[in-house]
């Protein structure tokens, strides 16, 4: 992972600096893009360091196309400098650990522990607790048991590093019909306690050509077996989303806009977060608030809503309002004698 120097750096000598230490300490290919977002100066800004840095002889910079993209790494010097274990910075990590941990394989949980323990040896002037591993804690309901797909994701973040496409076999539903695709897959995104899988369906032989114009998204857990090909992933890179930013996770179309009457009792549980890049809210006399916001999955718009019971009142749009009182009504339905 890259080192990150996002921050305001104001002279050139010191963006010379923070793009050695950046391309340094990668240990991938880093796009114009992302050095340009992290330096917070222009790509003609990056290619003019970059030439500085070739023209003083501190490392040559390899450029490599992925994709339609150029990235750039630094050719490590056989001794990289020795740098200084970060205390703070390992407890961070280790509180992360703790965050994500309930979700992942038992053996990615003892190396995580391990990996952790082990650098925290290297702390000469810090003491070690024995509460070093478990500073938090995160709660889950109905979680997934993700041990036994520990080979798969394996497989999977191999397939991810070394831009590989995966045949997989798949049961796209809990009935157990099982599916063959081919999958670019990029990248493994944790949501709702589950783990899915983030990439592109690719034609089966020859060039891997995606199959359409969107991500496709799979369930870790509905894996039966995933096995890494010769071919490469380069043709079918991420698609990038426009609706990122709009309440839900899943895109279920287009980018719509909401108003949903909220009771003041919600207030200090609704307005305390963002729901959505586009949102305001507005009070009215007796306390209760309207949220706007855009959403991108009415789904789980509906879901959201009827969490709140009789707090919460969907205004616009009329079909997502239907949509609410039908499956309100279904809910009573369930429970008639």
């Not at 024995?130 to 309901?141: I, N, Q, R």
């Not at 909220?262 to 307005?271: D, H």
């Not at 309207?290 to 009789?310: G, P, Q």
Request: with cysteine.
């Amino acid at each position: 992972m890259a080192a990150n120097v996002k921050q305001n750096i104001a002279s050139p000598s010191e963006k010379l600096i923070a793009l050695y230490s950046l391309l340094l300490f990668a240990r991938y290919p880093l796009s114009l893009t992302y050095i340009s977002e992290q330096l917070q100066c222009s790509k003609q800004s990056v290619l003019r360091l970059i030439e500085r840095i070739e023209s003083s002889g501190y490392g040559r910079i390899t450029r490599q196309k992925k994709g339609r993209e150029t990235v750039y790494i630094l050719s490590k010097p056989r001794n990289l400098p020795k740098i200084s274990i970060n205390s703070e910075g390992l407890y961070q990590l280790a509180l992360c650990k703790n965050f994500l941990v309930k979700m992942l394989p038992q053996k990615m949980k003892l190396n995580i522990d391990a990996v952790i323990q082990e650098t925290s040896a290297y702390l000469s002037d810090e003491p070690i607790t024995e509460d070093f591993l478990s500073v938090g804690d995160v709660y889950t309901k109905g979680s997934v048991d993700h041990t036994p797909y520990q080979p798969i994701l394996d497989t999977l973040i191999e397939a991810i590093r070394k831009h590989k496409v995966c045949k997989i076999t798949y049961s796209p539903t809990a009935n157990n019909v099982d599916k063959e695709y081919f999958l670019a897959p990029h990248r493994v995104t944790a949501f709702h306690d589950n783990l899915y899988v983030v990439g592109r369906l690719v034609t089966a032989d020859g060039v891997a050509e995606p199959l359409n114009d969107h991500n496709n998204t799979f369930l870790l857990h509905r894996f039966k077996q995933a096995e890494i090909t010769h071919r490469n992933t380069d043709l079918a890179p991420m698609v990038a989303d426009q609706s990122e930013g709009a309440f839900g996770w899943f895109n279920s179309g287009d980018v719509f806009e909401t108003k949903i009457l909220f009771k003041k009792e919600v207030a200090g549980y609704v307005t305390s977060r963002t729901w959505s890049n586009k949102q305001s809210v507005e009070y009215l006399d007796n306390g209760d608030f309207v949220l706007t916001m855009n959403a991108r999955s009415s789904s789980e718009l509906i879901s959201w809503v009827l969490s709140f019971k009789d707090t919460a009142t969907v205004l616009e749009p009329k079909d997502i309002r239907e949509k609410v009182i039908d499956a309100a009504r279904g809910i009573l339905d369930n429970y008639q004698d």
